[in-house]
């Protein structure tokens, strides 16, 4: 089996062939990852898919049924996890609630038996990194769940591990906290310098806080590249469809040059203008993210879609059935002659848009055939 290569030669994490069972029943499935130095590497996948077993394994909380973990050329497959330089954050922090934060932050440096001042030291220092000093003597329940996520991170680098596991981190903040911890914990994790490894099911988190992405389906590992990577070269219809929203076509090709090719679906006629790698009358999925369709009341001209051929190609009309108003986008759902639903992303530049599209208009929509995303798979 191929492993996911990072740019370095030398991986700091390398995983292979990895496999794990649990009563006949496999929920890893021979997973092979090499992950550099300083990475924040995220596993994606919905619930079941096998990432927190995986996190487990590398925590030493699970043994593998086969394969492989080495850490800075060191195996620690049969290393109990008090003796891995690897430390792991849980979605429920785990925080003592009889304890301090400064006390949390100290409890695992006073079961390793450093000496008072230098755990002291060692404290003020983490407390300083996530900007927690002046609540060192609070408990716990007196701090906001986004403090709480704080301190657990404190206390998961305080010990200074090698890797750092992280699951579902931001799962238990509510949404817009989540999206303001997102960078501070990116930024805390990239000055302590620590290889990061986090699971998470929420794609944007993934998107925001990962430099490489995982994403993970029964048991196994589907693409790996960078956030921009995934979601815009797809390698199947599974993680063209988790990733992001967006509309997928199912025809066959007709025309296969080097150059361009045209895919004939029941909506429409595609000009994609690139080449695939397929075969005449194949059969194919067409996918095109929602925010590259253009939405408008009349049919586009030719010049407007300069990737197609001719006139006709990667255009449909129907009737809009639904308009969703987020502030900065408009979501658009158009019911297509077919019966089936377009999706449909606008950016909300104007702060009063002259030409407003509503609910029971007939519309046409439009896409670039360098947008199109041909799967085979």
């Known amino acids: 089996m191929t492993i996911a290569q990072p740019a370095s030669p030398q991986p700091f994490l390398l995983i ?9 029943v496999r929920a890893v499935n021979d997973i092979s990852l090499a992950i550099n130095k300083g990475e924040i590497f995220a596993l994606l996948g919905s619930s079941g898919c096998g990432k927190s077993t ?13 394969g492989a973990i080495e850490l800075a050329g060191q195996d620690l497959v049969g290393v109990p996890p008090y003796e891995r330089p690897v430390n792991m954050m849980f979605q429920s922090y785990a925080l003592f609630p009889h304890l301090t934060v400064w006390d949390n932050v100290a409890f695992g440096l006073r079961r390793d038996g450093l000496p008072k001042a230098a755990i002291a030291e060692r404290v003020d220092q983490m407390l300083a990194l996530v900007q927690l000093g002046a609540y060192a003597r609070r408990k716990p329940h007196q701090l906001s769940g986004g403090q709480q996520q704080r301190v657990a991170l404190a206390r998961s680098l305080a010990k200074r591990p090698q890797l750092l596991l992280l699951d579902e981190p931001l799962g238990a903040l509510d949404k817009k906290l989540r999206e303001q911890t997102q960078m501070e914990l990116v930024n805390i994790i990239e000055q302590v310098g620590v290889t990061c490894v986090m699971v998470t099911h929420d794609q944007d988190e993934a998107m925001s806080m990962a430099t490489r992405i995982a994403v993970m389906s029964e048991g196994r590992i589907l693409q790996v590249g960078a956030p921009g990577d995934i979601y815009e070269t797809p390698n199947c219809r599974f993680v063209a469809d988790f990733i992001g929203s967006v509309n997928m076509f199912h025809g066959h090709v007709r025309v296969d040059q080097p150059d361009h090719v045209i895919v004939e679906t029941p909506e429409c006629r595609h000009y994609v203008s690139h080449g695939i790698s397929g075969t005449n009358n194949m059969p194919v999925s067409v996918a095109v993210r929602p925010e590259k369709i253009a939405l408008q009341r009349d049919m586009p001209g030719v010049e407007q879609r300069a990737s ?25 759902q158009v019911r297509l002659a077919q019966g089936g639903i377009l999706k449909v992303a606008r950016t909300n530049a104007a702060r009063h848009e002259e030409a407003r599209l509503e609910r029971g208009q007939h519309v046409v929509a439009w896409w670039d055939g360098s947008d199109i995303v041909v799967l085979t798979n």
């Open 54 to 66: 995986l996190l487990r394994m590398l925590a030493g909380f699970e043994i593998p049924t086969e």
């Open 16 to 24: 292979r062939n990895l496999v794990k069972d649990f009563d006949g």
């Open 308 to 332: 197609a051929a001719e006139d006709g190609y990667n255009c449909v009309a129907g009737e809009i059935v639904n308009v969703s108003y987020f502030g900065n986008e408009t979501h658009y």
